[in-house]
Nanobody, 121 residues
Framework: QVQLVESGGGLVQPGGSLTLSCAAS????????MGWYRQAPGKRRELVADITSSGSTNYADSMKGRFTISRDNAKNTVYLRMNRLKPEDTAVYSC???????????????WGQGTQVTVSS
């Protein structure tokens, strides 16, 4: 079994910063891509950013220049640094990871439970 646990969410004022973390644990052989998604109330889940095991990154257009995704492969952890936060960034942020587990022949995608980020004065 593989578990992803996010942390770092909370309430922040507009213009502020926040860093989210997501740690993968369990029977892991290797992790390919890891990513962050968000879902605001009444809206569809959308990609925020993702990162390959070699460090190549991809961002949604609205997050470019404000958000930075990174990862620590030794810790099986992905981070999301969010700067200049806006009220419209308020959402539940979830991480996912494409994982090869022990005993598995295929990479499977696992999700964390999500962490709330609220941007408000």
């Amino acid at each position: 079994q593989v578990q992803l646990v996010e942390s770092g969410g909370g309430l922040v004022q507009p213009g502020g910063s926040l860093t989210l973390s997501c740690a993968a644990s369990g029977s892991i052989v290797s992790i390919n891509a890891m990513g962050w998604y968000r879902q605001a109330p009444g809206k569809r889940r959308e990609l925020v950013a993702d990162i390959t095991s070699s460090g190549s990154t991809n961002y949604a257009d609205s997050m470019k220049g404000r958000f930075t995704i990174s990862r620590d492969n030794a810790k099986n952890t992905v981070y999301l640094r969010m700067n200049r936060l806006k009220p419209e960034d308020t959402a539940v942020y979830s991480c996912n990871a494409n994982v090869l587990g022990y005993g598995s022949r295929y990479y499977l995608t696992y999700w964390g439970q999500g962490t709330q980020v609220t941007v408000s004065s």
